[in-house]
Structure formats: structure tokens, C-alpha cells
Nanobody, 124 residues
């Protein structure tokens, strides 16, 4: 059973930085894609970034390009989302997701496994 556990959320001022972590277990993730999504109150869950574990190819939402970086650590089976220059509109619950394969899709329905989420709040 795949388990994804997010951590690293919190309260930060606008312009600040946070690093989210997603610890993955239950499978060998060498041929998985890992994604980060977020959901603000009253909004649909939206794509943020994704990375292919095997090829390390990445894709980002336009709203976070140049500010967020997704990466993975093979030894720790962990995926990170480094967030810089945070804005109040980045406030949301951030979810880690996983799917088998190499292509980093951006749609929520493409992903089979989800974490419980971690809250990120950016104050103005």
C-alpha cells in the first residue's frame, strides 16, 4: 500500500520561503511520477508541480514557475517542494500525489495515491 506523508507547512509572511516534504513508502518509486497539488478554501484542487522519479523531468504550473522547485531524494524516498517568494494567493492545503509511469501529468484524476495534505498560509 502506497503511503504519502506531507510535512513542512506553516505560516509565513509574503516574500518568505518554505520547503514541503513528501515521504513515500510502500512501493519502489523508481517508475513513478510524484506531484504536488493545492486546494484553497472554496476552490478546486489545482496542479502545482510534478516530477518523474526515473527521468527527473519536471513540469510546473505557470503561477509558480520561477518561484517553486520540485525535487526528489532517492535515498530518502522523499519528494520536496521548495517555495520562494511566497504570495498570499499561495495559501492552500498542499497535497502530495503519486502515479505509476514516467509522464508528469497535471490533472488530479491521473494520480492514484494522495497524502493527507499540509497547510500553507502566507500572510500579507
Amino acid at each position: 500500500q502506497v503511503q504519502l506523508v506531507e510535512s513542512g507547512g506553516g505560516l509565513v509572511q509574503a516574500g518568505g520561503s518554505l520547503r514541503l516534504s513528501c515521504a513515500a513508502s510502500g512501493r519502489t518509486f523508481s517508475s513513478y511520477v510524484m506531484g504536488w497539488f493545492r486546494q484553497a478554501p472554496g476552490e478546486e484542487r489545482e496542479f502545482v508541480a510534478a516530477i518523474s522519479w526515473r527521468t527527473t523531468s519536471t513540469i510546473y504550473a505557470d503561477s509558480v514557475k520561477g518561484r517553486f522547485t520540485i525535487s526528489r531524494d532517492n535515498a530518502k524516498n522523499t519528494v520536496y517542494l521548495q517555495m520562494h517568494s511566497l504570495k498570499p494567493e499561495d495559501t492552500a492545503v498542499y497535497y502530495c500525489a503519486a502515479r505509476a509511469g514516467d509522464y508528469p501529468y497535471t490533472k488530479t484524476w491521473r494520480y492514484d495515491y494522495w497524502g493527507q495534505g499540509t497547510q500553507v498560509t502566507v500572510s500579507s
